[in-house]
T-cell receptor
Framework: SQKIEQNSEALNIQEGKTATLTCNYTNYSPAYLQWYRQDPGRGPVFLLLIRENEKEKRKERLKVTFDTTLKQSLFHITASQPADSATYLCALPSSGGSYIPTFGRGTSLIVHP | SQTIHQWPATLVQPVGSPLSLECTVEGTSNPNLYWYRQAAGRGLQLLFYSVGIGQISSEVPQNLSASRPQDRQFILSSKKLLLSDSGFYLC???????????FGPGTRLTVL
């Protein structure tokens, strides 16, 4: 079955630096991948979708890459701010055509002022 | 965009008591609807999803059930809660092919 792996350890960085989060997956070749942000006690909020034929996608200070050979997506936040502190989840559509999203456990990002 | 309403926001229930969590959706019609549970420090576990009125698919065996009596209403129920049912319950809409999911604010359930 498909498996999604995100670093369970929190990522601590200094304000102004670039944060890079990793999402690895196995046993699957998804047509696209999504990234969500989740604040404590809140539901996840959609950030970006990247398709399998796209190498890179940008939105303001966010950049996502998708390497289908490595089966990996990288999520970058440039010029990070304390307000970027949250848990970031990657999600893939399930195999079999139903497209039901399957989520990774998420990585907590803490940006220090 | 869509808006997902969930209530209550928090709930404390004794073991063995019944449960009913309600979710309603605005801003779309005939959405795919989902119930997820998120334990502390864990990922989102899909419990149920529905592609239409009366159509429910269960992802994991458990003592929970779901119903979809109306197009934009999704209900999560239990006849007798277990301690292991504690968690953060999220209702979501959308998520079909290339579409994002919209999540509700969640219900924090504590079973004592």
């Amino acid at each position: 079955s498909q498996k999604i792996e995100q670093n369970s350890e929190a990522l601590n960085i200094q304000e102004g630096k670039t944060a890079t989060l990793t999402c690895n997956y196995t046993n699957y070749s998804p047509a696209y991948l999504q990234w969500y942000r989740q604040d404590p006690g809140r539901g996840p909020v959609f950030l970006l979708l990247i398709r399998e034929n796209e190498k890179e996608k940008r939105k303001e200070r966010l950049k996502v890459t998708f390497d289908t050979t490595l089966k990996q997506s990288l999520f970058h936040i440039t010029a990070s701010q304390p307000a970027d502190s949250a848990t970031y989840l990657c999600a893939l559509p399930s195999s079999g055509g139903s497209y039901i999203p399957t989520f990774g456990r998420g990585t907590s990002l803490i940006v220090h002022p | 965009s869509q808006t997902i309403h969930q209530w209550p926001a928090t709930l404390v229930q004794p073991v063995g008591s019944p449960l009913s969590l309600e979710c309603t959706v605005e801003g779309t019609s005939n959405p795919n609807l989902y119930w997820y549970r998120q334990a502390a420090g864990r990922g989102l576990q899909l419990l149920f999803y529905s592609v239409g009125i009366g159509q429910i698919s269960s992802e994991v065996p458990q003592n929970l059930s779901a119903s979809r009596p109306q197009d934009r209403q999704f209900i999560l129920s239990s006849k007798k809660l277990l301690l292991s049912d504690s968690g953060f319950y999220l209702c979501a809409s959308g998520g079909s092919s290339y579409n994002e999911q919209f999540f509700g604010p969640g219900t924090r359930l504590t079973v004592l």
